[in-house]
């Protein structure tokens, strides 16, 4: 699977991008996005909505890749 972009988005599109899927997925959708860094306001939101997280920095260290499991 090809994460999306969204390190060139402005806070808080990106959060509200992830939310949105998130929301509208289906169980067991994996999903995943590049962002500029790791995204902690939006950790406790997905662990609320019960959403496996996994995270792992890029190879040129120019952001970070969230893999997403929906619930």
Known sequence: MQPRDLRGLVPPEPLEIILEAVD?????EQLAYVLPHFPGPLMPLLQ?????????????????????VLP
């Open 48 to 68: 609320q909505r019960g959403v496996s997280v996994d995270s792992e920095m890029l190879p040129d260290l120019r952001g970070v890749v969230l893999k997403l």
């Open 24 to 28: 509208n997925g289906s169980s067991g």
